[in-house]
Structures are given as C-alpha cells and as structure tokens.
C-alpha cells in the first residue's frame, strides 16, 4: 500500500480507520494495528465486526507520544504569538515567520496584551520574552497554563538574561523550551517548527532541564 502524504478531508475527520491512521503516521498499517492490539494506541472495534477505529484526539495523543508530526490532521495557517518589549525582535520575528507562509503572526509587546491575544487570537504557539516591562515570562507562562486549551498552545521562552534557576522557574511554570538570546536564526526557526508539530525542539533547553547542542 502507498502511503498519502495528505488528504483535504483529515483535518476534519473524526474517526479514522487504521489505514487512515498509518496514512496520517507515515507508517504500515501493520504497525498501526499492533499499537492498536497492544494498547499504545486506544479506540474502539465497530460492533459486531473486528474492524478498528480511532478517534482523532486519540490519534493526535499517540502521533505527539511518538514525535509524528501532526500538521497532516491541521488546516490552515498556524497561529504564533511573539511576545517582546524589543520593536527590533518583534519585526525580525514578524518578518521571519511571515516568510515561511504557513504561519499567522501577531505581536504583544507586554504581558497584559499576550493575555488579551491569546484568548482572542488563540495561537498555536507563543514566542515569550521573560523579562517583559509589566511582568516576568513565568508568570505569563503560569496564566496560560491555567487556560482552559492549555494543552494546545505550545510556549518558546527567548531571553539572554536569566540563569538557570529562572530557567527552571519558566520550565516549571508551563514553558516547553527556552532559547537563550542572542540565537541562531535556522535554530531558533527549527524549535519553533518542531513545537508547532508537537516535537520536542532539537536544541534550547526542554522541560528536564537538558542542554542539547544548537540555540
């Protein structure tokens, strides 16, 4: 069987069969039933028959669990927060991820307008300075987690004046990766792709505290 690469209908399907699922993956359809029989991948049979179905925020799970891109179960452009007190950083990073074309951006350059956009605008992922004029990048970190969608909004702390306990502090209260300013630009680019698809970033420091080369 030759695997899709995409399909206009996956983003909003909402039950998939196993062939769909190794389609979605990227993988045989083999490998799908085994995680299936085996329980690392739940759902249910159809009554009365021996086929396999998986709802899709069970797909998303195991497709995040196993570091699979999920953009193939996403539509439209990905939303992304950048939330700086720096004019320069908020356009080089508007013009960036502009660039890219597959990313929707708007900007904040202080807490309590991060707050206000990430009801409104609901992104995908946060770009988050820590030290912001009115308040520290933990406690934005902390009022983010406490939304109700949480789950779904990735955040990439960027600052060059912490150490490592306040790194801890950002990682404790809900961030997902930090990148120590100044950055590379391809790096930084890489950790915030990886995190829109629900992957671990390649460098930055992740939520055990561990180094990895690169930003």
Not at 27 to 38: A, K, L, P
Not at 104 to 129: C, H, M, Q, R, W
Not at 204 to 214: A, M
Request: aromatic share 6%; glycine share 8%; charged share 25%.
């Amino acid at each position: 069987m030759s695997l899709q690469s995409s399909n206009p209908e996956w983003p909003t399907k909402k039950i998939f069969t196993t062939g769909e699922a190794a389609q979605v993956c990227k993988v045989s359809q083999q490998t799908i039933i085994r995680c299936f029989d085996s329980g690392r991948l739940n759902g249910f049979r159809v009554p009365g028959s021996k086929f396999r179905r998986i709802p899709r925020e069970e797909l998303l799970r195991f497709m995040r669990t196993n570091d699979i891109p999920t953009s193939p179960l996403e539509t439209g452009p990905k939303r992304i927060l950048v939330v700086d007190d720096d004019p320069k950083i908020l356009e080089l990073m508007t013009d960036l991820l502009s660039g890219e074309g597959d990313y929707e951006v708007k900007t904040a350059d202080n807490g309590y307008d991060a707050g206000l956009l990430t009801e409104s605008f609901a992104p995908n992922l946060i770009v988050l300075d820590y030290m912001l004029p009115d308040i520290n990048g933990n406690i934005v970190c902390q009022r983010i987690r406490e939304n109700a969608r949480s789950d779904e909004i990735s955040v990439l702390c960027v600052s060059g004046v912490v150490n490592n306990e306040e790194i801890q502090g950002l990682l404790s209260a809900g961030a997902d990766a930090f990148v120590k300013k100044p950055f590379d630009i391809d790096e930084l680019l890489g950790a915030i792709e990886a995190l829109i698809d629900g992957r671990p970033p390649a460098g930055g420091t992740s939520p055990n505290g561990q180094h990895s080369k690169g930003v």
